[in-house]
């Protein structure tokens, strides 16, 4: 890649984070009410993205055997921290590092 192809790259790159960033702020100035369906999108869409992405981590993990008990055991472990602490930021590291000790120590 060129000079001149780097900066356009990272020049579009800007543009393009900086446009989803600004463009919601404009459309939505902040005296002025959205429609429904975005309030309606922003109260579901953070659960589907959640969805989302256990489906994509858990998506190749086998069913059979003691293979899927790391995965199982961690996901158990982050829902209850999560009831217990009401802490996101904690369930997320909690679960994180519980699933990196089942894998390094317990299922090598």
């Known amino acids: 890649m060129t000079t001149t192809q780097a900066i356009s790259t990272i020049a579009a790159v800007v543009l393009g984070t900086m446009?989803?960033?600004?463009?919601?702020?404009?459309i939505f100035p902040e005296g002025k009410n959205p429609p429904e369906f975005i309030k309606y999108l922003g109260t579901v869409l953070?659960?589907?993205a959640i969805g989302l992405l256990v489906i994509y981590c858990l998506k190749d993990v086998p069913a059979s055997s003691t293979h899927g008990l790391p995965e199982a055991i961690a996901i158990v472990f982050i829902v209850l921290l999560h009831k217990w602490?009401?802490?996101?930021?904690?369930?997320?590291?909690?679960?994180?590092?519980?699933?990196?000790?089942?894998?390094?120590?317990v299922f090598r």
């Open 19 to 26: 446009a989803t960033r600004f463009i919601p702020f404009i």
């Open 46 to 48: 953070p659960y589907a």
């Open 85 to 105: 602490k009401k802490s996101t930021l904690l369930s997320i590291g909690g679960g994180t590092v519980l699933y990196m000790v089942l894998i390094q120590t």
